[in-house]
């Protein structure tokens, strides 16, 4: 396993659950960690008392900050050795039942930002794998990239392009030197689907009782840690089980999926939309 020390790593969405969990564990590893994130209050605690991370804030759906941001990082840094590309919304919503600034704005984060980021990124990463041996990419993806339920639809397809473009840059890079990650965790407890819908919230204490199901984003910080460690490019669900959504695209197992859940589809929406009422989104 190689050491964290010393590395400088960005991670993208790093105020709030998944990303602010890697931005703890990368630092406590010893890495020279850059949060970005488009909230500047919950950014700026999310970082505060963390030895080794600061914070610039960005909007990866932004073609400019995109720039602006990579820049930034090597400008202070002097080098660029990870970026960790973990900023996404979900909206949760039937396809004919979401907005048409939702679809945009899914597309424009979870893969226009994480193609372009990682197109950006990859002159300083080669440059860094050249010099000191190894950089790395990684994606956090989502089980909704390996099988797809209602109302997740849009996003899951969001998901996927990001994962298929881990596989297919792998293929352009590893010989050289950088390695490609993607993460596929399955629920997470953190704000992602009340933010989804507008409504993030705006303190840790805002946040009580307002998180979605799901196991805690420190497992997949264990896992980001263990993947910019690792001697081989990785794709990890995280509970591991989350990995059987892959069989969702064995034929057999697809079409009785397509069967039962187009017949639940209402159903699963309306069960969402209670679970982000409840939640005040
Ligand atoms: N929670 C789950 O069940 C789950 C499961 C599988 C995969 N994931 C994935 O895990 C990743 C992290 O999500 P999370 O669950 O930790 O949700 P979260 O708590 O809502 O965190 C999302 C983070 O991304 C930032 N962000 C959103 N849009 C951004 C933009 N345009 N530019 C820059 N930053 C942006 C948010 O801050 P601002 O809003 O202030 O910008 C926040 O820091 C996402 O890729 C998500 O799809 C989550």
């Known amino acids: 396993m190689a050491s964290l020390q ?3 790593v960005l991670v993208t969405g790093g105020s709030t659950g998944i990303g602010r969990a890697v931005v703890h564990r990368l630092a406590a590893d010893g890495a020279r960690v850059v949060a970005c994130a488009r909230g500047r209050d919950r ?3 999310a970082v505060s008392g963390v030895a080794g991370a600061t914070a610039i804030a960005a ?6 900050d995109r720039v602006a941001l990579v820049d930034r990082v090597v400008a ?3 080098r660029l050795d990870a970026v960790v590309l973990n900023a996404a919304i979900g909206y949760a919503g039937l ?6 600034d939702a679809v945009e704005t899914m597309i424009a984060t ?8 990682a197109r950006l990124a990859l002159p300083h990463l080669l440059a860094a794998a050249a010099e000191r041996g190894r950089a790395d990419i990684l994606v956090t993806a989502s089980s909704a990239a390996l099988a797809q339920v209602p109302p ?12 298929g473009f881990v596989k297919g840059l792998r293929r352009e890079v590893t010989s050289r030197g950088v390695r490609v990650h993607s993460i596929t965790p399955g629920p997470v407890s953190t704000e992602w689907l009340v933010r989804g819908r507008g409504a993030a919230p705006v303190s840790d204490d805002d946040a ?7 196991i805690r984003p420190e497992r997949v910080a264990e896992q980001v840690a263990r993947s910019l460690s690792s001697y081989w490019s990785r794709t990890v669900a995280v509970p591991r089980y989350m990995g059987l959504a892959r069989l969702g695209e064995v034929p057999p197992v697809d079409r009785l999926l397509d069967m039962v859940l187009s017949r639940q589809a209402q159903r699963i929406q309306r069960i969402t939309d209670r679970m982000v009422a409840d939640r005040g989104g």
Request: aromatic share 2%; hydrophobic share 30%.
């Open 152 to 163: 997740l639809t849009i996003y899951s397809a969001t998901k996927a392009g990001a994962h």
């Open 95 to 100: 396809v004919e039942e979401t907005p048409q």
């Open 43 to 45: 950014l700026s605690e």
């Open 6 to 8: 010393e590395r400088v």
């Open 59 to 64: 909007d990866v759906s932004s073609p400019a």
């Open 208 to 214: 009580e009782g307002r998180l979605s199901p799901g």
């Open 76 to 78: 202070e840094h002097g």
């Open 110 to 117: 979870n893969l226009t930002g994480v193609v372009d980021l």
